[in-house]
């Protein structure tokens, strides 16, 4: 597990696109921060930059996340990997881990950010830390269950974007309260743990199901 732990860090840190996402999720917040800008004689609301910064930085994270896990595919690298560790979830949990802490340090930042530019008061910073681990935890479920970074981040872009939308559409009084982006934003706006819990409980079930698909399948 720490040399897997080692590999994983190693990756990350002499890679180009984490080091490009990462700046692009910081940079995101600098925006949102900048937009809301201090010296206008008001603060904005803080759970109001917070929403703000994480529909912005959603993206980054689930296109930072997917690559992660599905990029390697493209290069032949699982099938060396696997032979080494045959225990293929220890793979896939090491590499949630560091994408989660990762991604989490990234908001932590983007929103700190947000603050400052804004002028505004800090409040709730630990909210989007854990929205983006999260966030972290259904895209990689998708990644493992696709194996092809386009198509995790497509679908999980469409499922916040699209699919949602058509829920919120159908008939049926409170069936988008269930759907996991929905309640991202009412766990940024508002703090609410049993949304948190939605969240967390939709992308745990797409992770188990990739990773049970990753053990199942050939490499």
């Known amino acids: 597990m720490l040399n897997l732990t080692r590999s994983e860090l190693t990756k990350l840190r002499t890679t180009a696109a984490p080091w490009w996402t990462s700046g692009l999720i910081i940079a995101a917040g600098a925006l949102v921060g900048f937009a809301f800008g201090g010296g206008q004689g008001f603060w904005m609301p803080a759970s109001t930059i917070i929403l703000s910064v994480g529909l912005a930085i959603s993206p980054l994270v689930i296109v930072q996340s997917a690559m992660a896990v599905a990029t390697e595919y493209r290069y032949g690298i699982p099938s060396v990997t696997y ?26 930042l983007a929103e700190a950010l947000a603050f400052s530019l804004a002028d505004a008061p800090r409040a709730d910073l630990g909210r989007l830390p854990l929205v983006a681990a999260a966030v972290t ?34 008939p049926g009084e409170g069936i988008d309260r269930y759907t996991p982006f929905f309640n991202v934003s009412t ?16 992308a745990a079930v797409a992770w188990v199901a990739g990773v049970v698909l990753l053990e199942l399948r050939d490499a």
Request: aromatic share 10%; proline share 1%; glycine share 6%.
């Open 83 to 108: 032979r080494i560790t045959p225990a293929r979830w220890k793979v896939a949990l090491v590499k949630l881990v560091a994408s989660a802490v990762l991604s989490a340090g990234c908001a932590f």
């Open 137 to 170: 935890l259904l895209t990689q479920g998708v990644a493992w269950l696709l194996r092809n970074t386009a198509g995790a981040v497509t679908t999980v872009l469409a499922l916040q974007f699209v699919l949602e939308a058509v829920v919120r559409m159908t």
């Open 187 to 202: 766990f940024l706006f508002n703090g609410s743990w049993s949304s948190l819990g939605i969240v967390t409980a939709w």
